[in-house]
């Protein structure tokens, strides 16, 4: 397992972003570090969004075995994430949409009244090699 805590600040996506390749690369798992980048960053900029008001630092968690990556990124802001649907116009709002194509499966955990969970899952290709 390793994890990052993260001041709610605009470069934290790229912090994680770094962070999720430097330790994939060393785990054996450097063929998911683009599509875990990219999980990240969606992620960590969903969580820095939620909770920026509240000035509470967020933490990418990463946990792997021969099976599977697990991308979490926890946040004070206790509401459940809704997917949007945007218009083919519009600027922002595809990050679930991302998360979706990208992940094996996602889902959110709200742990207490103010801090919640939002993980990915990537499958390692391992298993059985």
Known sequence: MSSLELAPLEGAPACGRGHVRNVLTDWGFGHL????????????????????????????????????????????????????????????????????????????QRVSATLKVVWAEMLTGTSGT
Request: aromatic content about 6%; glycine content about 6%.
């Open 33 to 108: 570090a683009d599509d875990s980048e990219l999980l990240a960053s969606e992620l960590l900029t969903n969580a820095l969004k939620a909770s920026a008001q509240a000035g509470e630092p967020i933490r990418l968690s990463l946990l792997a075995d021969s099976e599977q990556l697990i991308i979490e990124v926890w946040d004070h802001n206790p509401a459940i994430p809704q997917p949007r649907h945007p218009d083919y116009e519009d600027e922002s709002g595809r990050g679930y949409m991302v998360i979706q194509a990208i992940a094996n499966r996602w889902g959110c």
